[in-house]
C-alpha cells in the first residue's frame, strides 16, 4: 500500500513539475497601447494550466517594443491574447493627433480605448452659436503635449472626418469629452 502511495504522490509531482515553466508576470499594471519594455515584467515558475495560454520568458525579447492590445493587472500573468500587438491603424480609420491645452481634455487621464467626443470650441470670442461641431473617435495613444499641461491625444475616426478634424485641431480651439470607457 505504501508502495502504491509512492507511486502516485511520485507521479503527481513528477507531472506537476513537466508542466512547470517560467512566465512573464506584470511588474505593475499594463494598460492597453503601452510600449512594453523590459522592465515592465518580472518572471515566474510556475505550474501553469495550458488554457491560460501564458507568455514564456523566452518571448520577452519580441515584445519590447510592441503596444499591448490588453489591459494586464499588476501581478498578473500575460497571456498570448493581451500580448497580441495593438493596431493603432484600422481599415477605413485613420489616425489623427489633437493637441489639447490645459483644461481641455477631462482631467481624468484619457487611456487607450477610450471613446470620445472632439468638440469645437468658439475660440477667443467665447461665444457659441447653435450646437458646435463635434467628431467621435477612439483614443488610439496620449502623450505629453509642447505646451505645460497639454496633452497629444491620437485619435482614430473614420477616414472621411479626418480631414475636418485635422484642420479643426489645427486651430487650437477643440476640446475632448469622455463618453465611454469600456474597462
Not at 522592465?39 to 515566474?44: E, I, K
Not at 514564456?56 to 510592441?66: F, M
Not at 467621435?136 to 480631414?163: C, M
Request: proline share 5%.
Amino acid at each position: 500500500m505504501a508502495v502504491a502511495v509512492g507511486g502516485v504522490v511520485g507521479a503527481a509531482t513528477w507531472s506537476s513539475m513537466s508542466t512547470s515553466m517560467s512566465v512573464l508576470v506584470a511588474r505593475d499594471t499594463l494598460h492597453r497601447g503601452e510600449v512594453l519594455s523590459a522592465d515592465d515584467f518580472t518572471v515566474a515558475k510556475l505550474s501553469v494550466d495550458a488554457a491560460l495560454d501564458p507568455v514564456p520568458v523566452d518571448d520577452l525579447r519580441g515584445l519590447v517594443g510592441q503596444r499591448i492590445s490588453l489591459d494586464v493587472a499588476k501581478g498578473a500573468i500575460l497571456t498570448r491574447e493581451a500580448a497580441t500587438p495593438f493596431a493603432t491603424t484600422r481599415e477605413g480609420m485613420t489616425l489623427v493627433g489633437v493637441e489639447l491645452a490645459s483644461g481641455k481634455a477631462p482631467g481624468t487621464p484619457l487611456l487607450v480605448g477610450d471613446r470620445v467626443r472632439v468638440v469645437v470650441t468658439p475660440g477667443t470670442s467665447g461665444q457659441v452659436e447653435g450646437v458646435p461641431d463635434t467628431t467621435l473617435a477612439e483614443v488610439a495613444g496620449v502623450s505629453i503635449g509642447s505646451q505645460p499641461g497639454s496633452v497629444v491625444v491620437d485619435l482614430l475616426v473614420p477616414s472621411a472626418d479626418a480631414p475636418l478634424l485635422a484642420a479643426q485641431a489645427a486651430t487650437g480651439n477643440v476640446a475632448a469629452v469622455l463618453e465611454d470607457r469600456d474597462r
